[in-house]
Antibody, heavy 124, light 107 residues
């Protein structure tokens, strides 16, 4: 059974870089059938998609985050990572990693496996 | 970006009721629409993908319908474990976008 687990600091200072890693166990990250993504939920708000990566290294991210996002993948460790630069209090959220099922070229089929989430607070 | 609008934002229902949540996309997303259930402190759970396909293991009281821009999620015979927040999400294009959520509460 596939399991995703987020890890990283729970507290980041304003203007610094938030770094999180998602470790995938129970299956390989090196498969063409899936994307690996990051989603967050600020306190009291809804879900916001941050971005995703394919094992080939291709990435997509949310323009609303104004090029502050870098998503990378380490197939040797079965992990993928998120870096979010120049954080502010608005980046305080629960951060989830998730697997997205790749479709047939016209669209994709939802995020079917999620990590439990990790809370990151931005504060001095 | 494709905007996803859900309604209602919240609803109150009793165990055994049927409820329907609607989701509208700002442009056609064909059938690339997914529904998630989210409970506090837990990971979101994918219920339905491709507008109407039930994920394996999800109870058959959940059903989805629609195409183009208008979609619905229906829960028949609401169970105690179904009280949660439900999100629609389009997977037609990036950036992926979610509806604002519908909270299903106990009446």
């Amino acid at each position: 059974q596939l399991h995703l687990q987020e890890s990283g600091p729970g507290l980041v200072k304003p203007s610094e870089t938030l770094s999180l890693t998602c470790t995938v166990s129970g299956g390989s990250i090196s498969t063409s059938s899936y994307y690996w993504g990051w989603i967050r939920q600020p306190p009291g708000k809804g879900l916001e998609w941050i971005g995703r990566i394919h094992y080939s290294g291709s990435t997509d991210d949310n323009p609303s985050l104004k090029s502050r996002v870098t998503i990378s993948i380490d197939t040797s460790k079965n992990q993928f990572s998120l870096k979010l630069t120049s954080v502010t209090a608005a980046d305080t959220a629960v951060y989830f990693c998730a697997r997205e099922v790749r479709g047939d070229g016209y669209g994709d089929y939802g995020m079917d496996v999620w990590g439990q989430g990790t809370t990151v607070a931005v504060s001095s | 970006d494709i905007q996803m609008t859900q309604s209602p934002s919240s609803l109150s229902a009793s165990v055994g009721d049927s409820v329907t949540i609607t989701c509208r996309a700002s442009q056609s997303i064909t059938y690339f629409l997914n529904w998630y259930q989210h409970k506090p402190g837990k990971a979101p759970k994918l219920l339905i993908y491709a507008a109407s396909s039930l994920l394996s293991g999800v109870p058959s009281r959940f059903s989805g319908d629609g195409s183009g821009t208008d979609f619905t999620l229906t829960i028949t015979s609401l169970q105690p474990e179904d009280f949660a927040t439900y999100y629609c999400q389009q997977s037609y294009s990036t950036p992926r976008t979610f509806g604002q959520g519908t909270k299903v509460e106990v009446k």
